[in-house]
C-alpha cells in the first residue's frame, strides 16, 4: 500500500463497556496474524487505567495492549487524547502524552479545536506508516448533546474515512432496541458511514437471534456481520472502572487454602490493573473492598493507585477503612501502597499548589515515616528496578542485599515527591529510567517488614517477584507454583480472543469493507 494510504476499520458502540476495546484489540490481532502492519488509535480516551511508552509518555491502557495486539510498541499517536477524571466536574488533560492542564467541562468545550489539531496530526503520523489503522470510538455515537463538539466517533470515522461497525451488549438486555435507536439518532450523513452491526457477550444458542437478526436488518438495511461469545477469564487489562462492576471485580476466589487479600476501591481509582496478575494465582483470594465490613479475614491490604490521593484518603477515613487497616495491621496483617496508595501509607500529604483541591494537606495513615509534597510537574517514566532481599524474601539473600533475579520493570506516574526518615528502608532500587542508567531508590519498607509502598505499577507481573511475595503472604515457596507466566498468559489470551471473534466474524465482508485485498484461503 502506498503511504498516506492506510485502510482503516472503526469500531463504534451504543455505550460504554459494550466491548469496543476488546473488539479492537481482537482484530489487531487478527491483522497482525496475516502479516499486515496494523495499529491502533482512539482519538480521545477517558480512563483512569494508563500506561507510560518507552519515551516516558501517558496514553490510555487499552490502546497499550491494543498495540501488544499488534505486535508494535505502544506510542501516544495511538491515544492522542486521554482524560483522567480527577473530580465528578473536572479531568486532567493529557495531549500527546504530557499534561496541559485540568479543566471542567465548560474549560475542555473551549480547548476542543486544539484537542483536535492534535488528533489530526496524530492519525496523520500512524496513516503514514502503518498498512491498516483500527480505530475505536468511545461512548455511543448517539449521545446527541455531545454531538456537536465531537471528536472521537462520527468526526473521526468521516477524518479518517472509515466503515463502522456498531457494537451492541447483549449481556445488559436490550441490544436490538440500542442499536436500531442508535441508528435513528444519528443524522443521514452519519448512518450512511455505519456497514453493520456486531452483537457482543452472547451466551447460549445463537440460532435463537435469527429472528431478532433478521429483523435488525429489515429495519436498518445493515447486516449483522457476527454474534461473539462470552469469553470468560481473558487475563487482559480492562480500560476503565466500570469494569469492577462486573462479578470478577468484585471477588476471584482461589483455592480454600487461598490467602485473602483485600484491594480498596477507592471511588478515584487508578490503575488497577496491577491487581490482574493477583487476581488469577490460585494461592490468593482477591477481592475489591469498600466497607469495614468487606475486610474481615483479610491477611494482606493493598491500596492501589488514585487520581485524587487526598480525597480518596478523606473517603478512606469516613468509610472506616483508614482505621480498620491500622488495626489489622497492628494485628499481624501485611499492609501494601502502591503510588497514591503508597502516599497514604505516610504521616502527611502536603499539596501546597492545590492541585488536588482546596485542601493545604492532610494526615496519612501514619505506617511509613514519611512526607509527600504533591508538585505541579508530573512524573512519566518507564523503570527497571530490583528488590532489596530482606524483605522480599528469606529465600534470595545474597551478601549484597539486593536480587537481581528479582529485577522488574514498571512505569511511574505521578506528581508527589516523597521524603523518607533515616530509619525507613527502600523497598526496590531503580537502575534504569526511560533506558538512561541511575541508581535511586523506590519505596519505604517498615522495620517489621510488614508494611512496604512503591512508586513503579506493574511491579507483579514480574513471576518471580510476584510469587516470593505469595510465600512472605502465606502461599506456598516460590519454587512449588505451577502458575504460568502473566506475560505468557497474556499472550495465550491475547491469541484465544483472536481465534474466538474471528470464528464469529463475516470476516471476508469486513475486509472487504475495509479495502483490503481478499485472502486465498482463510
Given at each position: 500500500?502506498a503511504?498516506?494510504?492506510?485502510?482503516?476499520?472503526?469500531?463504534?458502540?451504543?455505550?460504554?463497556?459494550?466491548?469496543?476495546?476488546?473488539?479492537?484489540?481482537?482484530?489487531?490481532?487478527?491483522?497482525?496474524?496475516?502479516?499486515?502492519?496494523?495499529?491502533?488509535?482512539?482519538?480521545?480516551?477517558?480512563?483512569?487505567?494508563?500506561y507510560?511508552?518507552?519515551?516516558?509518555?501517558?496514553?490510555?491502557?487499552?490502546?497499550?495492549?491494543?498495540?501488544?495486539?499488534?505486535?508494535?510498541?505502544?506510542?501516544?499517536?495511538?491515544?492522542?487524547?486521554?482524560?483522567?477524571?480527577?473530580?465528578?466536574?473536572?479531568?486532567?488533560?493529557?495531549v500527546?502524552?504530557?499534561?496541559?492542564?485540568?479543566?471542567?467541562?465548560?474549560?475542555?468545550?473551549?480547548?476542543?479545536?486544539?484537542?483536535?489539531?492534535a488528533?489530526?496530526?496524530?492519525?496523520?503520523?500512524?496513516?503514514?506508516?502503518?498498512?491498516?489503522?483500527?480505530?475505536?470510538?468511545?461512548?455511543?455515537?448517539?449521545?446527541?448533546?455531545?454531538?456537536?463538539?465531537?471528536?472521537?466517533?462520527?468526526?473521526?470515522?468521516?477524518?479518517?474515512?472509515?466503515?463502522?461497525?456498531?457494537?451492541g451488549?447483549?449481556?445488559?438486555?436490550?441490544?436490538?432496541?440500542?442499536?436500531?435507536?442508535?441508528?435513528?439518532?444519528?443524522?443521514?450523513?452519519?448512518?450512511?458511514?455505519?456497514?453493520?452491526?456486531?452483537?457482543?457477550?452472547?451466551?447460549?444458542?445463537?440460532?435463537?437471534?435469527?429472528?431478532?437478526?433478521?429483523?435488525?436488518?429489515?429495519?436498518?438495511?445493515?447486516?449483522?456481520?457476527?454474534?461473539?461469545?462470552?469469553?470468560?477469564?481473558?487475563?487482559?487489562?480492562?480500560?476503565?472502572?466500570?469494569?469492577?462492576?462486573a462479578?470478577?471485580?468484585r471477588?476471584?476466589?482461589?483455592?480454600?487454602?487461598?490467602?485473602?487479600?483485600g484491594?480498596?476501591?477507592?471511588?478515584?481509582?487508578?490503575?488497577?490493573?496491577?491487581v490482574?496478575?493477583?487476581?488469577?494465582?490460585?494461592?490468593?483470594?482477591?477481592?475489591?473492598?469498600?466497607?469495614?465490613?468487606?475486610?474481615?479475614?483479610?491477611?494482606?491490604?493493598?491500596?492501589?493507585?488514585?487520581?485524587?490521593?487526598?480525597?480518596?484518603?478523606?473517603?478512606?477515613?469516613?468509610?472506616?477503612?483508614?482505621?480498620?487497616?491500622?488495626?489489622?495491621?497492628?494485628s499481624?496483617?501485611?499492609?501494601?501502597?502502591?503510588?497514591?496508595?503508597?502516599?497514604?501509607?505516610?504521616?502527611?500529604?502536603?499539596?501546597?499548589?492545590?492541585?488536588?483541591?482546596?485542601?493545604?494537606?492532610?494526615?496519612?495513615?501514619?505506617?511509613?515515616?514519611?512526607?509527600?509534597?504533591?508538585?505541579?510537574?508530573?512524573?512519566?517514566?518507564?523503570?527497571?528496578?530490583?528488590?532489596?532481599?530482606?524483605?522480599?524474601?528469606?529465600?534470595?539473600?545474597?551478601?549484597?542485599?539486593?536480587?537481581p533475579?528479582?529485577?522488574?520493570?514498571?512505569?511511574?506516574?505521578?506528581?508527589?515527591?516523597?521524603?523518607?526518615?533515616?530509619?525507613?528502608?527502600?523497598?526496590?532500587?531503580?537502575?534504569?529510567?526511560?533506558?538512561?542508567?541511575?541508581?535511586?531508590?523506590?519505596?519505604?519498607?517498615?522495620?517489621?517488614?510488614?508494611?512496604?509502598?512503591?512508586?513503579?505499577?506493574?511491579?507483579?507481573?514480574?513471576d518471580?517477584?510476584?510469587?516470593?511475595?505469595?510465600?512472605?503472604?502465606?502461599?506456598?515457596?516460590?519454587?512449588?507454583?505451577?502458575?504460568?507466566?502473566?506475560?505468557?498468559?497474556?499472550?495465550?489470551?491475547?491469541?484465544?480472543?483472536?481465534?474466538?471473534?474471528?470464528?464469529?466474524?463475516?470476516?471476508?465482508?469486513?475486509?472487504?469493507?475495509?479495502?483490503?485485498?481478499?485472502?486465498?484461503?482463510?
Amino acid at each position: 500500500m502506498a503511504s498516506g494510504q492506510a485502510k482503516t476499520l472503526m469500531i463504534q458502540g451504543t455505550g460504554s463497556h459494550v466491548g469496543k476495546s476488546l473488539l479492537v484489540t481482537a482484530i489487531c490481532r487478527i491483522l497482525a496474524d496475516e502479516g499486515l502492519r496494523v495499529a491502533p488509535f482512539k482519538a480521545q480516551n477517558m480512563a483512569l487505567n494508563s500506561y507510560v511508552t518507552i519515551d516516558g509518555e501517558e496514553m490510555g491502557r487499552a490502546q497499550a495492549l491494543q498495540a501488544m495486539a499488534a505486535r508494535i510498541e505502544p506510542r501516544v499517536e495511538m491515544n492522542p487524547i486521554l482524560l483522567k477524571p480527577q473530580s465528578d466536574t473536572g479531568s486532567q488533560v493529557i495531549v500527546n502524552g504530557r499534561v496541559v492542564g485540568t479543566m471542567g467541562v465548560k474549560d475542555y468545550q473551549r480547548y476542543k479545536p486544539t484537542a483536535w489539531e492534535a488528533v489530526v496530526a496524530a492519525y496523520q503520523r500512524l496513516a503514514r506508516e502503518f498498512e491498516v489503522v483500527v480505530v475505536e470510538g468511545a461512548g455511543s455515537p448517539a449521545e446527541i448533546n455531545l454531538a456537536a463538539s465531537d471528536i472521537v466517533n462520527m468526526r473521526v470515522a468521516a477524518l479518517v474515512e472509515a466503515p463502522v461497525l456498531l457494537v451492541g451488549d447483549i449481556d445488559r438486555g436490550g441490544v436490538f432496541a440500542s442499536l436500531l435507536g442508535t441508528m435513528e439518532w444519528l443524522t443521514e450523513t452519519d448512518r450512511a458511514r455505519v456497514a453493520g452491526f456486531l452483537i457482543n457477550k452472547f451466551r447460549g444458542d445463537a440460532s435463537l437471534l435469527e429472528p431478532g437478526l433478521a429483523a435488525l436488518t429489515a429495519r436498518t438495511g445493515r447486516p449483522v456481520f457476527g454474534v461473539i461469545p462470552y469469553i470468560p477469564d481473558l487475563l487482559l487489562e480492562e480500560e476503565d472502572g466500570v469494569a469492577l462492576e462486573a462479578p470478577l471485580g468484585r471477588v476471584v476466589t482461589g483455592r480454600a487454602s487461598a490467602v485473602p487479600l483485600g484491594v480498596v476501591r477507592f471511588p478515584r481509582i487508578s490503575n488497577f490493573t496491577d491487581v490482574d496478575p493477583l487476581r488469577f494465582e490460585e494461592a490468593l483470594a482477591v477481592r475489591f473492598v469498600t466497607s469495614v465490613r468487606d475486610l474481615d479475614g483479610v491477611r494482606v491490604v493493598l491500596l492501589p493507585g488514585s487520581k485524587n490521593t487526598i480525597e480518596d484518603l478523606q473517603w478512606l477515613r469516613r468509610s472506616g477503612l483508614a482505621d480498620r487497616i491500622v488495626e489489622l495491621y497492628h494485628s499481624g496483617a501485611e499492609v501494601v501502597g502502591i503510588c497514591g496508595g503508597f502516599q497514604m501509607l505516610g504521616r502527611w500529604i502536603a499539596d501546597p499548589h492545590h492541585m488536588e483541591g482546596q485542601e493545604e494537606g492532610m494526615a496519612g495513615l501514619g505506617l511509613l515515616p514519611l512526607q509527600t509534597t504533591l508538585e505541579r510537574d508530573k512524573i512519566l517514566a518507564q523503570v527497571e528496578l530490583e528488590a532489596v532481599a530482606d524483605w522480599v524474601c528469606a529465600e534470595h539473600q545474597p551478601s549484597t542485599g539486593y536480587v537481581p533475579a528479582l529485577g522488574t520493570r514498571g512505569y511511574e506516574i505521578h506528581m508527589g515527591r516523597t521524603v523518607q526518615s533515616e530509619s525507613c528502608r527502600p523497598a526496590f532500587r531503580v537502575l534504569k529510567r526511560n533506558r538512561q542508567w541511575v541508581e535511586e531508590n523506590d519505596g519505604a519498607v517498615s522495620q517489621d517488614g510488614r508494611v512496604w509502598g512503591t512508586y513503579a505499577h506493574g511491579l507483579f507481573e514480574n513471576d518471580q517477584l510476584r510469587r516470593c511475595l505469595i510465600r512472605r503472604w502465606g502461599g506456598p515457596p516460590c519454587g512449588q507454583t505451577t502458575a504460568v507466566s502473566f506475560r505468557q498468559r497474556r499472550e495465550q489470551d491475547l491469541a484465544r480472543l483472536a481465534g474466538i471473534v474471528k470464528a464469529h466474524l463475516e470476516y471476508r465482508q469486513i475486509r472487504a469493507c475495509v479495502g483490503l485485498l481478499p485472502l486465498r484461503r482463510m
